[in-house]
């Protein structure tokens, strides 16, 4: 479902029927989509790529890390990037 449908859903729910949707419940992916879309209220382009970041991170493996989408630096909830900026500043 593309973000902005997903948004215009449930903005849609809330003005007709009073309903706030504030918990997901499904598998991982649903869980972290759901983040994604709380932390980027103000803007569907960050909704989409934080989305993006997180699929692209569920997808990586040691052999193929695939972290580039993912947030920069120590307080990223992305553990491969907390890491690489920990290295950097030479904590590692
Ligand atoms: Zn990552």
């Not at 989305?51 to 989408?69: L, N, V």
């Amino acid at each position: 479902m593309e973000v902005d449908a997903m948004k215009e859903m449930f903005s849609r729910s809330e003005k007709l029927l009073d309903i706030k949707h504030v918990n997901y419940i499904g598998d991982d992916l649903t869980t972290y989509y759901g983040l994604a879309i709380r932390r980027h209220p103000e803007s569907a382009c960050k909704m989409k790529d934080a989305i993006w970041a997180t699929f692209y991170h569920k997808c990586s493996t040691g052999k193929d890390p695939q972290h580039s989408k993912c947030p920069e630096g120590a307080d990223s909830w992305c553990k491969w990037r907390v890491a690489e900026a920990r290295k950097r500043i030479g904590f590692i």
